[in-house]
């Protein structure tokens, strides 16, 4: 079974342009889970969509950060325009809903997106 | 999510057991204590998770003191590729609040 998995694995923009990133989750998982590490700092949770749903986006940094889920599989993550500080790791996780069997997050290798 | 408290580092010597504390001394009754881990350049890893018993799993095995206020994971037989950097995290699974808030985590450093 595929794990999560993220594209592109690496992104080079320069600020002021856009960037999308995606998340394929794991098959049947319903949660998803969006989570940023900045060079030095912690993860950070950004954001949660339960099948198409946003149930808790209270992490999202600014409106220049959009994100969606339509149809409830995939997910996309639009920063426009970019800025230096939006440099960093870009991971999403996924898991089942309670009473599905377990509960831990499993999360894909990241996006690591440099801004320039 | 109540918060925890890990040493910043730590270093085992390679084929040893790699004891790893964690404190969450406000730790509620409905809240389990979460392992993962993160090795450079890849994604979080789910390691174990318990709510009061101790737990076994092919990684590692997870000992919650009786008044579940301190845990500690314990990798039986560290190698070099258990250098990482492991969290603690207390949450409730599926709960109304459900994420994973990490802190800074313990920084392992397998020696050879």
């Known amino acids: 079974e595929a794990g999560v998995t993220q594209f592109p694995s690496h992104s080079v923009i320069e600020k002021g342009q856009t960037v999308t990133l995606r998340c394929d989750p794991i098959s049947g998982h319903d949660n998803l889970y969006w989570y940023r590490r900045v060079m030095g700092k912690e993860i950070k949770f950004l954001l949660h969509?339960?099948?198409?749903?946003?149930?808790?986006e209270s992490g999202m940094p600014n409106n220049r950060f959009l994100a969606e889920r339509t149809g409830g599989t995939y997910s996309t993550l639009k920063v426009q325009p970019a800025e230096l500080e939006d440099s960093g790791v870009y991971f999403c996780a996924s898991s089942q809903v309670r009473g599905r069997g377990n509960t831990e997050a499993f999360f894909g290798q990241g996006t690591r997106l440099t801004v320039v | 999510d109540a918060k925890t408290t890990q040493p910043t580092s730590m270093d085992c010597a390679e084929g040893r057991a790699a004891n790893l504390p964690c404190n969450h001394s406000?730790?509620?009754?409905?809240?389990?204590v979460y392992w993962y881990r993160q090795i450079h350049s890849q994604g979080p890893q789910y390691i174990i998770h318990g709510l009061k018993n101790n737990e076994t799993n092919e990684m590692a095995s997870l000992i919650i003191t009786e008044d579940r206020k301190s845990s500690t994971l314990i990798l039986p037989h560290a190698t070099l590729r258990d250098t990482a950097v492991y969290y603690c995290i207390v949450r409730v699974p599926q709960g109304g609040d459900d994420k994973i808030i990490f802190g800074k985590g313990t920084r392992l450093h397998i020696l050879p």
């Open positions: 969509f339960v099948k198409e749903s946003k149930q808790d």
């Open positions: 406000t730790i509620s009754g409905n809240e389990y």
